[in-house]
Nanobody, 128 residues
Framework: QSQLVESGGGLVQPGGSLRLSCKVS????????IGWFRQAPGKEREGVSC????????YYSDSVKGRFTISRDNARNTVYLQMNSLKPEDTAVYSC?????????????????????WGQGTQVTVSS
């Protein structure tokens, strides 16, 4: 059983919204930073957003800043990625990843090679 399970992907029209979820099992979110990454066909994986184990430090790539919001619900052991004003170039497989950074730590790893545990991904397609 995967420790990270993504959900919420699908087909949406340009300008629409989706909320992705990353459900964590077998470890406690308050010890882990979580990142969202995406990979479009024929392109390299790109870091989209990440949130610290403390929950109060976040990062967004320039391509999604102002449109996407990352958040976490420690009680549900789930991290969310709210995606608004979606564009066709947002089409990709979105994956979440985890790195143990310590209890309520403010560190936000931005590189994919920093992360040790990955989910399987969920497809997001933005098309009319």
């Amino acid at each position: 059983q995967s420790q990270l399970v993504e959900s919420g992907g699908g087909l949406v029209q340009p300008g629409g919204s989706l909320r992705l979820s990353c459900k964590v099992s077998e470890f406690t979110l308050t010890y882990y930073a979580i990142g969202w990454f995406r990979q479009a066909p024929g392109k390299e994986r790109e870091g989209v957003s990440c949130i610290s184990s403390s929950g109060d430090n976040t990062y967004y790539s320039d391509s999604v800043k102002g449109r996407f919001t990352i958040s976490r619900d420690n009680a549900r052991n789930t991290v969310y990625l709210q995606m608004n004003s979606l564009k066709p170039e947002d089409t990709a497989v979105y994956s979440c990843a985890a790195l143990r950074t310590g209890y309520y730590n403010t560190r936000i790893p931005k590189g994919e090679h920093d992360y040790t545990t990955w989910g399987q991904g969920t497809q997001v397609t933005v098309s009319s």
